[in-house]
């Protein structure tokens, strides 16, 4: 039987009946077409499936869908201001931090929510911050630079 | 306008991965789409007695189901083939589908095809398999030494090759009369590559026009579109198009063909409807080729004077349970010629079995041999260092090949075209401080709290594998030239058609910096169109370093043509002889009247036009080249790594990295940083956390990231990066490859930093990774607690 769900999605209200075992991650990629999103691992280790509910970083590989009913998700999709990039978005990109960027929408996120609680974290905060989240390709020396640039501007 | 070339402008592929827009291949739907799941032996060795599918062909949702013997009854060639040969290689069938036995965990033996991937996954479940387990051999030395299973009828003993380089009596005459002999074992630890977006596919067979447009996770589209033609999907190669999307990372485990693009295209052939296949994590780490996994005996001979007089290297080289597509050249060709290192060695012999193992197949990964060369050789200089009582700093010096002594003849096949290794090595000491480091060590040394440790590497790697006709004298069977179509469009803009497949690294932003350079266009005019063999007429993708120094050639000899046909519609535009033409700041003029000048897009226009034109020329501006190098490329470097061991807990913790690389001239200095970060994120990685990890049994016990220890944020420190610059004599551009650099280099310096920190103890080495517990255990077991 379907589960009727009601959520919001980057400021949109979402109905959908879906299968129980449904993962968040599903919903977002295959239902609503927001692939933004990425898969990397089912064990909730890579991050890159990392959207925000309600503001808190979330994994959503190994949440399902049902359990954001109710709730505001925020996916990179959903980060930006129309066409005004977000400061960590544009710190990724002033700072070369991304390569192939596969890990890249889960890192801004996880990132957005460590800015959110700690506006202005040291390097090690930063790293701390983001260890739920990994990248192959940067080495993460340029993703501190970028979270930094981006906490900069967003607190000047 | 100002140079373009050399500068760190921002990536123009940037934009869409910021903000969710890039897509990969899972990210992609068409209508009617399927999903397949495959089902995959759970044992490392096995012989197939029954697959019973019946009970998965009734689950709901379930279109088909296939086995090996569909595949036959279709007639579908379904084999994986190998891409490069040595001499008496045994080379054992791979099937796409395994028919009688299961060699690793992870063999795929059925696959499921539902409407949704829920109910191919729920389906998979319910295929039954009748398994007759077998014993398995899953390390390479153990694996050959005759008491271990048989895995391929084909190689007995498990050896699919017995290879040597260099003059074995020569090594032998150095050893009797040397001063000074170091000996050492090793183990290479075995990777598993870790793109983070998993393999995937997407194939969509049309019956109607009877063509195939696979869209996949991959590094060289035009190389997996060849391999599927020949061996796997019985089509001819132009009625397949493959088409790498965005490509989340590769690191080589992308390059090689895998039986999975293979099973998926099949079932949408026999289905003519749209098949989607992507692996999970698990999948990935039980069935991408892995790196390294080698068994090293290597011993260095030394004068009194701490000069090398032969290095001999005897290897027992992994292969896998089946040849996977470029592995017999990783420990032979990209190993045992690398091993002259930055030294002047009069005498080197190497010699290096492979070996099957019941394991998922090894191959290329970030820096694919070179690696595993590097870390012989620097282990031994920093043993060597310690023996003569020379140091690191100047038994490398000592044996540097001097600048003045290049191009440089190894006794190992290469010939070096160019280096100048003592000022690299300078300026990382310079970096690091390296005087006041060794008296920080010193008053350290008097405690027993936490000890610090310096590692140096002085590396060298081989890199844009060239030319064609020797690498085919060696086995290859592909070409190793690259392509590159440039198309001037009538507006003046123009678009370049490049066999580089970027996965990464960002070449729509380097080409077009090359391009607009040279034809002093703004960057935004050029365009860079790659991954996609129904665009690109040929190419050979993107590995081993070769895209900027053989893909990046190739763009610039195109632009070449470009202008040089370009001159002859100046000319005549100009009234002038087109030897008289010259360009520069967007306009033609004629020598010695500078006023006499057309602009660029004025020649552009009537190159198309062809209204005002010379009469012995074809209307259009495009020009193809088939750049293929006249050599490697040979990057080099010191690194210098500073760890402090705590010999309570056999903890490490990086303290400094310094990386001193000279990848020759520069196109885009973010770009090369980021490359040089990545590759030491992950020799970092091997040195210190990483390891695939198989029972004797065959299980994969690091099948997941919570079993595997794939380097954090946290783990890792700020890199300091140097340069020196000694450009490529030989390529246009005077670059050299950097992408696996970091990944070459570092190991070595890692671990002769921790060994360097347990010199107190007298231990000589410890295997990667160089986990607490295992250094903790070295210290216990020195008696000198």
């Known amino acids: 039987m379907g589960q009727k769900i009601k959520l919001e999605v980057n400021g949109k209200t979402v109905e959908r009946e879906v299968e129980a075992r449904l993962l968040l991650v599903h919903l977002l990629r295959e239902e609503l077409g927001l692939t933004g999103t990425n898969v990397g691992c089912e064990t909730s280790l890579c991050g890159a499936c990392t959207v925000l509910i309600d503001g808190e970083a979330v994994k959503s590989c190994t949440q399902l869908a049902v359990q954001a009913h109710g709730r505001k998700v925020t996916t990179i999709e959903g980060l930006a201001n129309g066409t005004e990039l977000h400061p960590l978005q544009q710190g990724f990109w002033e700072k070369h931090g991304l390569q192939c960027g596969y890990c890249t929408p889960g890192m801004i996120l996880s990132a957005a929510y460590l800015l959110s609680h700690n506006p202005k974290p040291t390097d090690q905060e930063i790293r701390e911050g983001l260890k739920g989240n990994l990248c192959r390709c940067t080495g993460y020396h340029n993703i501190v630079e970028a979270v930094r640039w981006a906490a900069d501007q967003m607190s000047s | 306008m100002a140079r373009i070339l050399g500068t760190s402008i921002k990536r123009r592929e940037d934009p869409a991965l910021i ?11 068409l209508q009617g789409m399927l999903h397949a799941v495959i089902v995959r032996s759970p044992h490392a060795h096995a012989t197939i007695k029954k697959i019973d599918t019946a009970a998965a062909k009734a689950a709901p949702g379930v279109v088909a189901v296939y086995t090996a013997a569909d595949v036959a009854k279709a007639g579908t060639p379904g084999m994986i083939p190998v891409g490069w040969l040595l001499p008496n290689l045994k080379i054992p069938p791979h099937p796409m589908l395994a028919s009688e036995k299961v060699r690793y965990v992870g063999d795929g033996v059925a696959v499921v095809v539902a409407e949704d991937r829920y109910q191919a996954r729920d389906a998979a479940d319910l295929v039954l398999v009748d398994y007759e387990p077998l014993t398995a051999a899953t390390d390479p030395k153990k694996a050959v030494d005759g008491t271990a299973a048989q ?19 020569a090594v032998t005459a150095a050893f009797a009369s040397a001063a000074k002999t170091i000996e050492l074992d090793l183990r290479n630890n075995r990777l598993i590559p870790h793109a983070i977006e998993p393999r995937a596919v997407l194939a969509d ?7 195939i447009t696979i869209w996949m996770t991959t590094q060289n589209p035009h190389v997996h579109r060849l391999l599927m033609c020949m061996a796997s999907i019985g089509l001819p190669e132009h009625k397949v198009r493959v088409i790498a999307p965005e490509v989340g990372g590769g690191f080589g485990s992308k390059i090689h063909h895998y039986p999975d693009e293979t099973i998926t295209a099949f079932c949408s052939m026999q289905l003519d409807r749209p098949v989607e296949w992507a692996a999970t994590r698990t999948e990935t780490n039980l069935t991408d080729a892995h790196g390294r996994d080698h068994v090293t005996k290597a011993e260095l001979a030394l004068d009194a004077n701490g000069k090398i007089t032969g290095l001999r290297v005897n290897t027992y080289a992994a292969m896998g349970s089946y040849l996977s597509t470029f592995a017999p050249a990783v420990p032979t060709y990209l190993y045992g010629t690398l091993l002259s290192g930055q030294y002047t060695i009069p005498a080197i012999h190497c010699r290096v079995i492979g070996a099957f193992t019941n394991t998922s197949p090894v191959d290329a990964y970030r820096g694919a041999g070179r690696p595993e060369a590097t870390f012989v050789v620097e282990r031994l200089l920093h043993l060597a260092g310690e023996a003569t009582g020379l140091g690191q700093a100047e038994i490398r010096r000592r044996n540097f090949i001097p600048a003045d002594a290049f191009p440089f003849q190894t006794q190992v096949a290469l010939a070096y075209d160019s280096g100048n290794y003592a000022p690299a090595l300078d300026r990382a000491l310079e970096m690091v401080g390296y005087d006041q480091l060794r008296r920080d060590q010193e008053i350290r040394r008097k405690g027993k709290g936490k000890q610090i440790g310096i590692g140096f590497s002085s590396f060298i790697e081989a890199c844009g594998l060239a030319p064609s006709a020797v690498v085919g004298s060696l086995g290859a069977q592909a070409g190793q030239w690259e392509s590159a179509e440039v198309r001037v469009n009538p507006t003046g803009s123009v678009s370049v058609y490049t066999g580089s497949s970027s996965h990464g690294q960002g070449h729509e932003t380097t080409f077009s910096q090359i391009v607009a350079e040279k034809l002093d266009l703004d960057v935004s005019q050029v365009d860079v169109i790659h991954g996609d063999t129904g665009s690109v007429q040929f190419g050979m993708g993107t ?5 900027a120094a053989v893909g990046g050639s190739a763009i610039w000899k195109s632009v070449d043509k470009i202008i040089e046909k370009a001159k002859k519609i100046a000319a005549h535009l100009l009234e002038a002889a087109a030897e008289d033409i010259e360009f520069g700041g967007g306009k033609f003029t004629v020598k010695g009247a500078p006023d006499r000048g057309v602009a660029w897009g004025d020649v552009v226009l009537q190159a198309y036009l062809a209204h005002n034109y010379p009469a012995d020329l074809e209307p259009g501006l495009t020009a193809t080249t088939f750049y293929d190098p006249a050599n490697f490329t040979y990057p080099f470097g010191t690194h210098i790594c500073v760890v402090e061991v705590d010999p309570e807990t056999g903890t490490t913790k990086l303290l400094r990295y310094i990386a001193v690389d000279d990848v020759g001239n520069v196109i885009n200095p973010m770009i090369v940083d980021g490359q040089v970060h990545g590759g030491l994120a992950q020799g970092i990685g091997q040195a210190l956390w990483e390891g695939a990890v198989y029972d004797d049994g065959g299980q994969l016990l690091t099948g997941s990231l919570m079993d595997y220890a794939l380097p954090k944020i946290h783990n ?3 890199f300091e990066l140097d340069r020196t610059v000694t450009p490529c004599p030989h390529n246009p551009l005077g670059v050299k490859g950097v992408g696996e650099a970091g990944a070459i280099a570092s190991p070595p310096a890692v671990v002769n930093a921790v060994m360097d920190a347990l010199q107190p103890w007298g231990i000589r080495h410890i295997d990667m990774p160089l986990a607490a517990e295992k250094v903790w255990r070295a210290i216990a077991a020195s008696g000198r607690v």
Do not use: C, M, Q, V
């Open chain 2, 151 to 169: 895995i391929h009828a084909e190689a007995e003993n498990n050896i699919a090759f017995d290879w040597e380089i260099g003059d074995a009596a």
């Open chain 2, 716 to 718: 890792h420190i700020p």
């Open chain 2, 19 to 29: 903000t969710g827009r890039g897509k990969y291949t899972d990210d992609l739907k």
């Open chain 2, 205 to 211: 067979f049309n019956s109607a026009k009877g063509d």
């Open chain 2, 543 to 547: 590995y081993g370093s070769r895209s």
